[in-house]
């Protein structure tokens, strides 16, 4: 069995500036879209995203835990599929958030 070769190598100075320029820009989308103060009518219930952010969060953490099993088992490339599933779900919360 062959393992799947690694998007980026542990160490790397490119993985180290991706995950800083990430955690930073998430960060100042935050405290801007915090700031953000919107007077507007809406016609829709907006408590509807509550419901969509918990439904991401438990299936991000059931997908986490999967993705732990699949790294005990060594089932590395599904493993790898599962993380950047969650990756983007997240991305989809903090959007949504």
Known sequence: MSLPSASITKNDKKANIFIISVSAIVFLAVVILHELNLNIEINFDPHIFAKFNALINATVS?????????????????HKRVMKLSIILSVLFLLSY
């Open 62 to 78: 059931i997908l986490l835990i999967l993705g732990l099993v699949f790294v005990k088992s060594k089932k590395y490339l599904l």
